[in-house]
C-alpha cells in the first residue's frame, strides 16, 4: 500500500465535484494552474485511515473523454500519460444522483482506459424529493466497480467513500463496454500494430483533437500515423462508440434506477417559470442586484471604519515609537497607509464574493446566464459570454481566460475586448472612496444614494461591454458558427462551507496579490515624494521660513508650507506637475495625475498612492478618507475631490483600460500586440473623453 | 550614526521593492510548454 495516493475527482460540470473536493480535502488545499497552460489546478491533500494520505486533483468539468476546449485536453492527456506524477492510482467519477444517465458516459469511458475506478453518487439526499430509487449491488455488478453512494450536503457517505478510496487495488479494471465493436476490423488492425499498448488509449490519441504537449510526443506521432481513416469517418465511429455507451447505460439503468415520477416534489419547474420569465426573471433579477450593492454598503461599514482608525493609529504610534529618522518614516507614512488603503476594502470585497457564491451555489446564475443569453444575442454575442463578463466583476483577467469555452473565433474575441469594462473587484476601492466623498448620504425609498450610485457604475460598464460589442459585431468581419448550450443546475441551499471557502480563497487572492504589487509600489512612491534633486528641496525649510517670516505663523502651520514646499519639488511633485496640463481638463490635480499613472499597474493602487502623498510630511493621525475630503483645490479654494471631478474619475475609471496584467492575458489570448493596443488607446480616448466632458458639465 | 542605518535601511527596501515591481512586470520566466490560443492552430480551443 503507498503512503500516499493520487487520487482524480473526474465529473461532469454541476454534480458537486468541487463539494466532494472541499469534503475530503477541508482547508488542506491550494490552487493553482497547469504548467504552461492557465487553466485552474485545485489539488489538496486527504488523511484516510491507518495513516495513509491522499493527494487529489480537482480536474475540470467534463462531460466526456471527447475534448473540446483546453480545459478537456488537460483531464484527457493526465489519464492518458502514466509517467505523469499526478496520474492517478484510483479515479473518483462523481456523478449526481438526478444525471446518472449522461454521467455514466464519463464513467464508462474511464473504465476503459483500465484505471481503478469508484463511482460516488452524489447529492443521495434529493432521492426521495425526486422518487429515485437505485439498486446499488446491481449497479455494482454491471459498472464493475463500488458505488458509494454520498451527500456532501449532509456530510453523508465521505468515510465510505474514504475506505473506498483506501482499498482502491480491490476495484475491478475491467471495462463495461466493447468499444471496439463498433467497428471490428479496424480495432483489429489497431490492436496488431500496437500490440503492447491499451486499445482505448490508441482510440482516443486518434480519434481527439487535442494537441498533447504531455504525453511523449514520439508515442503520439506513430499512433497518429495510423489513421487510415478519414477526419469525417473517424467522427461517425466516435458517434457509433457513443451511442453503444448510451445503450449499455439505459439497459443498466433500467434495472438499477427506478423513478416514481408521482412522488416527485418538483418546485424546480415552477420556480424556473418565474426567475427566467421574460419580464419577471429580469425584475427579479434587477432587485437581487440592488439588495447586494445595498448590502454591501449597510453590512461593511462599521468594519471598514475600524480597519481605517487601526491604520490610522497604527502609523501615529510607529512614529512615536521607533527612532527618528528616513526608515521610521517610510514605515509610518509609506507602507501602513499604503496597506491600509487595501485592507481597508477586505469586507466589501468578502461581501460582494459571497453573494456571488451564493448565486453561483444555489443554481440561480445558471438562469441569469440563460435570461442574459436574449439579450447578448442583439448585440452578437452569445450566452456563453455572459460567464465572462459576470466572472469579470472579480477580475479581468480569469474572466477572459474563461472565454476558451467560446467556439466562434469573433465572439470569442470580442468578448476578450469588451470585458475589461466589467466592473472589477479592483474598481471597487476606487468607486468605493470617490463616492462617499461626493455622493450625500441621504436615502431614496430606503436605498442610500451611495448604494445607487455603485450600481449604476456597475450597470454603465455592463453597457459599455455590451454597446462595444454590437459595435464591434458590426464592425469586424469574422465568419463563425456558434451554438449555446446551458445546463440549469437544480437549486438548492447554498453549503455554508463551500460559501466560506470560495470567499476566503477570492478574498485572499485579492489582498495578497495586490497587495504585494501595493506595498513595492507604496514603498516608491514614499522614496519619490520624500527626495528631491536641486535647492528648492534641499533648501525647503530656509526657502519656506524666509517667505512667510512676516505672516507669524504657528510652528504647526509653518511645518505643514515645509511639507508641502517639499512634497511640490520633490521627484513626485515634478513628474506630478510635468503631467497637470493634461489632467487639469478633467478636474484633477497633479497628486490625482500620479495616482492615475501608478495605478497603471493595478487599479486598486490608486486610493494606496494617495494614501502614501497625502501621508507624507504629515504628522497627525488622519483616516484615508478623511485626508482625501480636506484636500483643497488650489485654484478654487473647495473641495479638491468635489461632484464635478469626483463624477469625472469614477467615469474615467468605468471605461479606462488601467490594468497592466489585462493587456498581458489579452495579448496572450489573441496571440497579438495588435488588439490590447487597440484596446488600450481605444479605452483610454473614451475614458479621457467622458471624464472631460463630464467635469465640464457638472463644474 | 542612527541615521546612517536608517538610510541603509530605506535604500535596501527601495531596492528590493524595485526589484520584486521589476521582476513582476517586465521579466517572464520561459515556459517549455507554452502555448497559444490565439488562432485556429489546431489546439482545439476554438
Redesign the interface.
Known sequence: MPKQINVALIGNPNTGKTSVFNALTGLNQKVGNY???TVEKKEGVCKLPRGVKAHIIDLPGTYSLN????DE?VVIELLLNKKDKDFPDVAVVVSDVENLKRNLLLYTQIKDLKIPTILAINMSDRMKYKGIQLDIPFLEKELHTKIALISTRKNKGIDQLKELIINFKELSTEPCVNASEVDSNYFDGLRKAFPNQLLYKLWLVIS????F??TDRNEVDVINSFKTKSKADLKRLQQKETIKRYQFINNTLKIGQTIDLKSAKDLRIKLDRILTHKVWGYLIFFVILLTIFQAIYDWSSVPMDFIDSVFASLSELTKNSL?Q????D?IAEGIIPGLGGIVIFIPQIAFLFLFIAVLEESGYMSRVVFLMDRIMRRFGLSGKSIVPLISGTACAIPAIMAT?N????KE?LITILVTPFTTCSARLPVYLIIISLVIPEGRFIGLSYQALTLMLLYLIGFGAAIFSAWLLNKILKINSKTFFVVEMPNYKLPLFKNVALTVIEKTKSFVFGAG??I???S??LW?LASYGPGDEFNNAEDIVTTEYASQNLSDVELQQKIASHKLEHSFIGIAGHAIEPTIRPLGYDWKIGIALVSSF?AREVFVGTLATIYSVGSDEEETIKNRMAGEVNPITGGPLFNFASGISLLLFYAFAMQC?STLAIVK?????WKWPILQLTIMTAFAYVVALIAFQVLK | M??I???I??FS??GL??A??VR??FWKPK??????????D?????
Do not use: Y
Not at chain 2, 31 to 40: I, P, Q, Y
Not at chain 2, 42 to 46: F, K, P, S, Y
Open positions: 504548467p504552461g497552460i475534448a473540446s476546449s483546453l485536453n481527439q483533437d487535442v494537441n504537449g504531455k527612532p529618522g528616513a526608515f521610521t517610510l476558451r467560446i467556439e466562434s473565433w470569442r504585494k504589487i506595498l513595492a509600489i514603498i516608491v522614496f499597474a497592466m496572450r489570448e489573441t496571440n497579438s | 542612527n541615521i542605518i536608517q538610510n535601511l530605506v527596501t527601495l521593492a524595485l520584486f515591481l513582476k512586470f515556459k517549455a510548454s507554452a502555448k497559444s490560443c490565439g488562432g485556429d489546431g489546439c482545439g480551443c476554438h
